[in-house]
């Protein structure tokens, strides 16, 4: 099955978009592009391209109705979720029955009906530059560096938790897509307002060309400055105590949101990060519009679940 899905790969299709310049967007009072409203991420394309698919930016439109397919075929019924890219990989592989190789492998995932529809484009990454849809290499002093958001996972005590399972933050910026992903934009002349629904984070991004706040004001959402640049909203965040990936502290964000249609919000993000990779690098997520409303992210209700591990950890020490 997988020879013949690498014959099926042979043809590069044209871009999922399209110019974004093609569409007119609607405005607010103040003449600027209109991106209010509730966005998701719901996008099945990785991060990273697969190696089967090296040279590949694009897929034809019958290797995504294949994969649409098999994707039906896959996470219908009662079988464990898949989280990120994994979602992505196993499709392509062709696998009989998921198994979850991140999130909670000892135990499983939950139900994949639990989880909302994926979306499939044509697009083999998300990363869009460099070319290949990789992430360039690390420098040096990066290598063997964990993650923040997803550490070890050792019970030691709850400082050894990842960030979003002790209700803290998923991070800025946030690409995991298909849960919990849905964004709300809220704009005035002088500031919009970013609103994810995971864990109530909101970012007040100011347009009145104020400056930075001082280094030494650190945040998990950084502190975010914001222009337009013809009918893009571009951001710059700073200053963040960093959550992404392995990124350092020295991350720098750069942010652009484009409206590519009437439901499609282009949401572009360069990663700067000198301390980490070897060069800046760029991914493109197609947000889509969602009639849709965000409601309460509890976090575990008080985080139970945070005791529960501890106290589980506890109890296989005692024995």
Known sequence: MQRQYQALVSVLAISLAGPVDAYTPPR????KPDLQGVWANNTATPLERPAMLQGRAFLTEQEVAALKQRYAQIFAGDGDAAFGDAIFEAVLLDVQKYKPTTFDVPT?????????????????????????GRMPPVVPEAAGRTMKAYPTQTAEGPEARGLSERCITFGVPDVLAGYNSYYQIVQ??????????KIHDARIV???????????????????????????????????RSSFLIASDALRLTERFTRAGPNTLQYEITVDDPHTWTRPWTLMIPLKRSEQHIYEYACHEGNVGLSGILSGARAEEAQ
């Open 28 to 31: 607010t009072a103040d003449g």
């Open 108 to 132: 499983g995932n939950y139900n994949a009906f639990w989880l909302v529809e994926r979306d499939f484009d044509n697009r083999t990454s998300l990363i869009t530059d460099p070319s290949d």
């Open 188 to 197: 005035s002349p002088g500031a919009v307002v970013l609103h994810s629904e």
């Open 206 to 240: 100011y347009l009145d060309g104020r400056p930075h706040a001082p280094a030494s004001v650190r945040s998990w959402n950084g502190d975010s400055r914001g222009h337009w640049d013809g009918d893009t909203l571009v951001i710059e965040t700073t200053n963040l």
